[in-house]
């Protein structure tokens, strides 16, 4: 019950909550998609810190190039992102960093469960949250007022993004090294960027399109050879 009400609040409350409250005039949202990535340095910091685990040479300059990746975003700021932002989504990471450590240490629950049961512990403090910084009005014009467009991204976030997509996470984190997963999550930003400059005419200058580069270029020196190891043998994990 600990871990599930750490993950709830790390997970639902620290990362969900307080990113969206972000991107509400704070931070665009494809930036925040690829902000929030410096979650994969503070996985791989505490994997190594709690857990003993330890990165090799290509994981390190694979670490590097995604993180020249989020620098570049991060000189390159404009009159949308503040600095309030900044600092929400980079605590929304942490959030998701320490949930991933909480998860990590209940390998035996099965994880769909556990994304389940865990989601109860975020309704109190979110429903706390939005009353002191939105109250009780807004709520409820909220929900009355919502159209099926924006019941299908509710649907969309609790069962695609949540339930499938973090259980799905959870799970492969409790069976492989942490450096060898998170690094996965860098393809959101790629993801964020598109959609938001899609749906919601959001600029990609030649600066974000270098940056995503970068964070790709990182993921695949850190993911092909692993995945080819596991071609060539098979009985090899991680």
């Known amino acids: 019950w600990r871990n599930l009400a750490a993950y709830g609040v790390l997970i639902g409350v620290g990362q969900f909550g307080v990113l969206y409250f972000a991107m509400d005039g704070q931070i665009s949202p494809g930036l925040a998609s690829l902000v929030v990535q410096s979650q994969v340095f503070f996985t791989i910091g505490l994997a190594i810190w709690l857990r003993g685990e330890r990165l090799n040479l290509r994981q390190g300059l694979a670490l ?19 600095p309030t932002g900044l600092a929400l989504v980079l605590f929304a990471a942490l959030s998701w960093a320490l949930g991933n450590m909480v998860q990590r240490a209940t390998p035996e629950a099965p994880s769909l469960a556990f994304v389940v049961w865990a989601s109860l512990f975020s309704v109190p403090p979110l429903l706390l949250l939005a009353l002191i910084f939105e109250g ?25 993004n949540t339930l499938f997509g973090y259980a799905v996470w959870g799970w492969l984190l409790a069976r492989h090294p942490a450096a060898v997963v998170s690094p996965w999550a860098l393809l959101v930003p790629v993801f964020g960027l598109t959609a938001s400059a899609l749906a919601l ?14 964070v790709i270029g990182g993921l695949a020196l850190n993911t092909l050879p692993g995945l080819r190891l596991q071609r060539d043998r098979p009985d090899a994990v991680g």
């Open 201 to 214: 005419g959001e600029p990609l200058p030649p600066w974000k399109l270098a940056a995503a580069a970068l």
């Open 64 to 82: 590097v190039l995604a993180a020249a990746g989020l620098a570049l975003i991060l000189v390159n700021v404009d009159a949308v992102t503040t």
């Open 136 to 160: 009780a009005p807004v709520m409820v014009a909220a929900v009355t007022t919502m159209t099926p467009v924006v019941w299908a991204e509710l649907l969309y976030q609790s069962f695609g």
